[in-house]
T-cell receptor, first 112, second 114 residues
Framework: DQQVKQNSPSLSVQEGRISILNCDYT??????FLWYKKYPAEGPTFLIS?????DKNEDGRFTVFLNKSAKHLSLHIVPSQPGDSAVYFC???????????FGQGTRLTINP | DSGVTQTPKHLITATGQRVTLRCSPR?????VYWYQQSLDQGLQFLIQ???????AKGNILERFSAQQFPDLHSELNLSSLELGDSALYFC?????????????FGPGTRLTVL
């Protein structure tokens, strides 16, 4: 039972354009959502998070949007840079349980 | 560098064997988490420890066990290994293990069971 789904295994974007990564979840008890970035041979690195009481959180070039009614979140990266090429995982948590549930990841490639 | 260290980086073993993976959390972090990433799968939460005590349990098999020692390092023991246990095993740590506490991941241990 995949509670957090990233339906696009890969995404290719031109440098300078916007990258939009999507994530859907099924468990309505999830109330905290995170995005992690992972480079090869490294562990995931925390990128940005959002609580269910908000619908948007911004940090520099990264913005996360949460649509609770659709059980959907997205990560926008603008402008995209070559260093953004990595695998991006969305994750969700319930009531501070700290049992993060991860999606399968989306491989983002930024083309020069 | 997240400050979380994991040893060994790679481990190759045979079915039926037992292995121990080790994790040292970031300085000051009291909570340790273990995750498994199999081929084409997202990270699966296995177990969390806080200051030596088990705090949360995920889909951890009975053949697997973990502990956190007084110096806060943690070990994940995998026994009666099967081919399907081949995966990347990540350790993460956080300051208190509480709500919205950021988890910092180590580089992982790649386990191959032949």
């Amino acid at each position: 039972d995949q509670q957090v789904k990233q339906n696009s295994p890969s995404l290719s974007v031109q440098e300078g354009r916007i990258s939009i990564l999507n994530c859907d979840y099924t468990n309505s008890m999830f109330d905290y959502f995170l995005w992690y970035k992972k480079y090869p041979a490294e562990g995931p690195t925390f990128l940005i998070s959002i609580s269910s009481i908000k619908d948007k959180n911004e940090d520099g070039r990264f913005t996360v949007f949460l649509n609770k009614s659709a059980k959907h979140l997205s990560l926008h990266i603008v402008p995209s840079q070559p260093g953004d090429s990595a695998v991006y995982f969305c994750a969700a948590d319930t009531q501070g349980a700290q049992k993060l549930v991860f999606g399968q990841g989306t491989r983002l490639t930024i083309n020069p | 560098d997240s400050g979380v260290t994991q040893t060994p980086k790679h481990l190759i073993t045979a079915t039926g064997q037992r292995v121990t993976l080790r994790c040292s959390p970031r300085s000051g972090d009291l909570s340790v988490y273990w995750y498994q990433q199999s081929l084409d799968q997202g990270l699966q939460f296995l177990i969390q420890y806080y200051n030596g005590e088990e705090r949360a349990k995920g889909n951890i098999l009975e053949r697997f066990s973990a502990q956190q020692f007084p110096d806060l390092h943690s070990e994940l023991n995998l026994s009666s290994l099967e081919l399907g246990d081949s995966a990347l095993y990540f350790c993460a740590s956080s300051v208190t293990g509480g709500s919205t506490d950021t988890q910092y991941f180590g580089p992982g241990t790649r386990l191959t069971v032949l």
